[in-house]
């Protein structure tokens, strides 16, 4: 769930929560007492937020009217969100974002004709990650040019639209730390915690960590690579990983290729 390069970080994943099942519970045999719930997908191709439709029906298999609440758990984490079908069937919208990936249960608590009825049922629930991130800038750090930057293109699905701007070579990274766009958001538009950090390498051997501590990020950010050619890395061909995690657990991460440099003229136009 979390592997995968930045551009292919926010994929389409069909979550495999497989909702179909009736819970019946036992109804007197001379009326038609409510008996059931019935949960199903609806959109097998929606993550977030879950699509399903949630019905109630009596021992004849006739839809009768209810209120409740369906849940959704991974774990120790869950979502819930009241369900009032008047027709006796509603569909709603679970959101994943507060849901960690793996092993699912959604169930079903209504209240019809008096009784209270449940039904269950597992799946698995794969929560793609918020942001996915790439290189910002001309990929070369000079003494003047100290900051690796990142840039948000995709936040919960949606691909992020700048305002038309085309940065010259001397205002990186000044564009990143002048301009304050909004912050990376959960799927509710809520502002979201990061942390993580940067690791370059030249080849396969690390040669510094950048920290990233918790924080509330912009769609455009940027880390300091202090005493780049000030005699602690020689120029050169280097890579920089940005690793970002949430609260929950959930990773994205995305390489770019930098470039160590006594000066950028010439290297950015």
């Known amino acids: 769930m979390r592997g995968g390069r930045a551009g292919v970080r926010q994929r389409a994943v069909v979550t495999a929560l497989v909702l179909a099942a009736v819970a019946a ?3 007197p045999v001379a009326e038609a007492a409510p008996a059931g719930v019935w949960l199903q997908r609806t959109d097998p191709l929606s993550t977030d937020p879950i699509r399903l439709q949630v019905a109630a029906v009596d021992a004849d298999g006739f839809a009768t009217p209810f209120t409740g609440r369906v849940t959704v758990s991974v774990g120790r984490t869950s979502t819930t969100v009241p369900v ?3 027709t006796g069937q509603e ?10 990936g793996g092993s699912a249960t959604a169930t079903a608590v209504l209240r019809a004709g008096g009784r209270t009825l449940r039904g269950s049922v597992v799946g698995i629930a794969d929560v793609p990650p918020t ?14 040019r100290t900051r690796v930057a990142w840039q948000v293109v995709r936040l919960n699905g949606r691909p992020i639209s700048y305002p038309a701007w085309t940065p010259a070579s001397d205002t990186f990274p000044a564009y990143v730390r002048s301009v304050r ?35 509330q990020r912009r769609l455009l ?22 690793t970002l995690v949430d609260a929950l657990g959930r990773t994205s991460t995305a390489t770019q290729q930098l470039l160590v440099a006594r000066s950028d003229a010439g290297r950015c136009a």
């Open 221 to 242: 950010f940027s880390a300091p690579w202090r005493g780049t050619v000030a005699g602690r890395f020689a120029p050169g061909a280097y890579t920089a990983t940005v």
């Open 131 to 144: 942001v996915e991130l790439r290189g910002f800038g001309c990929g070369v750090v000079t003494p003047k």
């Open 91 to 100: 569909e709603i919208e679970v959101p994943t974002t507060a849901l960690a």
């Open 25 to 27: 519970l036992p109804a």
């Open 84 to 86: 009032n079908g008047a």
């Open 181 to 215: 766009p909004s912050v990376i958001t959960d799927s509710l538009d809520q502002p979201l915690r990061t942390r993580g950090a940067v690791v370059i390498r030249r080849g396969a051997k690390r040669v510094a960590t950048i920290a990233l501590p918790s924080a």
